[in-house]
């Protein structure tokens, strides 16, 4: 991929480089340049007088969170937002380790965003599948997703998808394999916090949303971004789907970047 000047277009205020038809990559010299630009991204967004977010947990969103709340202290409005998460493991919403505590932690609790417009999976509901198809009909109602945020696994899962995930996946139960669970391990600080299943929004749910921001800093993940830009669109590795959608972005710092050819 031509990561040189000539292949720079400029995107939302961004330098980006297309990839593909709908696809753009902006390269964050650092993550928290990656966070600052992401969070103005979301802004932008997050201005308009009703928006519908689908949002993600995990170490990488955390720094742009941060920023949100800033901006939120500086003046930024969330009341006419309306968001969904992408995923919940099976534990108590109030447990150190759900996605749900999470999200209040990291940007609910701080900003005026309605109570009533944030929705979750039931991670401990008695009916997983009902609970999963109760959240598709919750996102029908609500207009479908304007905006998703993503994140990226090392093997190129996205939400609780993995590898071998079919493209028209719904919201679902699913088991984790051991690689993810080590994985999320990693963000929610120890191997026994994570439990052995949870809900998903399924791959064809997310590749509904009208845009989709993806974020993703490190060496670590540069094999997967590489692939998931560059090589076959593939189950194999879920991300490589995202070359299909029509209004696709990602974010990524230097190291990050490293991987592309």
Not at 99 to 109: A, D, T
Not at 125 to 149: K, M, S, T, V
Not at 202 to 211: L, N, Q, R, V
């Amino acid at each position: 991929m031509d990561l040189g000047p000539s292949a720079i277009q400029k995107f939302w205020g961004f330098n980006f480089i297309r990839v593909g038809l709908g696809i753009r990559l902006v390269v964050a010299e650092d993550y928290e340049e990656l966070s600052r630009m992401a969070s103005q991204y979301l802004a932008d967004f997050i201005r308009r007088p009703r928006v519908v977010l689908g949002l993600a947990t995990g170490a990488t969103p955390i720094g742009t969170y941060r920023e949100l709340v800033r901006m939120y202290r500086e003046g930024l409005d969330f009341g006419g937002v309306v968001t969904f998460n992408l995923d919940e493991f099976a534990l108590p919403p109030d447990h150190p380790a759900s996605c749900r505590r999470f999200m209040e932690e990291h940007l609910f609790r701080w900003v005026n965003i309605k109570r009533e417009n944030i929705h979750f999976l039931d991670g401990m509901a008695e009916d997983p599948r009902g609970e999963c198809e109760r959240y598709e009909e919750e996102i029908r109602r609500e207009g479908g997703i304007d905006l998703q945020l993503l994140g990226i696994g090392r093997d190129g899962h996205i939400a609780l998808n993995g590898p071998g995930t079919p493209f028209d996946s719904r919201t679902r139960p699913v088991s984790l394999p051991d690689r993810m669970r080590s994985e999320l391990a990693r963000s929610l600080g120890s191997p026994d916090e994570v439990p052995h299943w949870g809900l998903t929004v399924g791959i064809a749910t997310i590749m509904e949303a009208k845009e989709i921001l993806l974020l993703a800093s490190g060496e670590e993940k540069a094999e997967a971004v590489a692939k998931a830009l560059e090589g076959p669109v593939t189950p194999e590795l879920p991300a490589s789907v995202l070359q299909l959608h029509p209004r696709c972005t990602f974010i990524v710092d230097r190291a990050c970047a490293s991987g592309f050819r």
